[in-house]
């Protein structure tokens, strides 16, 4: 069976840091690309950053660009988010996916093309 299982959400205040973790069973990176997304309290789910499980090219959205690096860790089928000087408006449930095919920036803006959802870790961000 295909799952992706977020971890590694929390309570931070506003500047602190949190590492999250995005751990795959029953496929390999290797022919797919892992997205992180969040949603906030009544807004839509967007996409925050990807990256590709083939040659580990990554992207970010303008709002955690300079802020979150994304990683992945093959031997432990584990995609990270480093997560840095946090905001308030950072506040969300991040929710890991994934897409085969070929890494593709705009595939990070459309949802539906996205997989095997993770169930998603809270991290909160107080002022």
């Given at each position: 069976?295909?799952?992706?299982?977020?971890?590694?959400?929390?309570?931070?205040?506003?500047?602190?840091?949190?590492?999250?973790?995005?751990?795959?069973?029953?496929?390999?990176?290797?022919?797919?690309?892992?997205?992180?997304?969040?949603?906030?309290?009544?807004?839509?789910?967007?996409?925050?950053?990807?990256?590709?499980?083939?040659?580990?090219?990554?992207?970010?959205?303008?709002?955690?660009?300079?802020?979150?690096?994304?990683?992945?860790?093959?031997?432990?089928?584990?995609?990270?988010?480093?997560?840095?000087?946090?905001?308030?408006?950072?506040?969300a449930v991040y929710y890991c996916a994934?897409?085969?095919?070929?890494?593709?920036?705009?595939?990070?803006?459309?949802?539906?093309?996205?997989?095997?959802?993770?169930?998603?870790t809270q991290v909160t961000v107080s002022s």
């Amino acid at each position: 069976e295909v799952q992706l299982v977020e971890s590694g959400g929390g309570l931070v205040q506003a500047g602190g840091s949190l590492r999250l973790s995005c751990t795959a069973s029953g496929f390999t990176f290797d022919d797919y690309n892992i997205g992180w997304f969040r949603q906030a309290p009544g807004k839509e789910r967007e996409g925050v950053s990807c990256i590709s499980g083939g040659d580990g090219s990554t992207y970010y959205t303008d709002s955690v660009e300079g802020r979150f690096t994304i990683s992945m860790d093959n031997a432990k089928n584990t995609v990270y988010l480093q997560m840095n000087s946090l905001k308030p408006e950072d506040t969300a449930v991040y929710y890991c996916a994934a897409r085969e095919g070929l890494f593709r920036i705009w595939a990070l803006y459309t949802l539906r093309l996205w997989s095997n959802w993770g169930q998603g870790t809270q991290v909160t961000v107080s002022s």
